[in-house]
């Protein structure tokens, strides 16, 4: 079994920044192909960031050229580095694989105040 663990969350001013954590764990050998995820109050979870093969990434149109994602495989770790953050990114933001096949974690709540 997988476990997500993720971090890094808070509350921010717009325009600030974050560095949300994301540690696997359990049986699981190497991840190369992760995403993170967000879901807002009333909203269904979105897909906002994903890296392929350990280098290949895509975003959400509303989060590029503001959020990096980035994984050490050595930590089994995946990262989503926030800039620029505005009110609308405020969720709970979660890792899962692409597609998302394992067991969801607690996620980690992002506010951005206007």
């Known amino acids: 079994q997988v476990r997500l663990l993720e971090s890094g969350g808070g509350v921010v001013q717009a325009g600030g920044s974050l560095r949300l954590s994301c540690a696997a764990s359990g049986s699981i050998v190497s991840i190369n192909s992760m995403s993170w995820y967000r879901q807002a109050p009333g909203k269904q979870r979105e897909l906002v960031a994903s890296?392929?093969?350990?280098?290949?990434?895509t975003y959400v149109d509303s989060v590029k050229g503001r959020f990096t994602i980035s994984i050490d495989n050595a930590k089994k770790t995946v990262y989503l580095q926030m800039s620029s953050l505005k009110p609308e990114d405020t969720a709970v933001y979660y890792c899962?694989?692409?597609?998302?096949?394992?067991?969801w974690g607690p996620g980690t709540q992002v506010t951005v105040s206007s």
């Open positions: 899962n694989g692409l597609p998302a096949i394992y067991t």
């Open positions: 890296i392929i093969g350990g280098s290949r990434t």
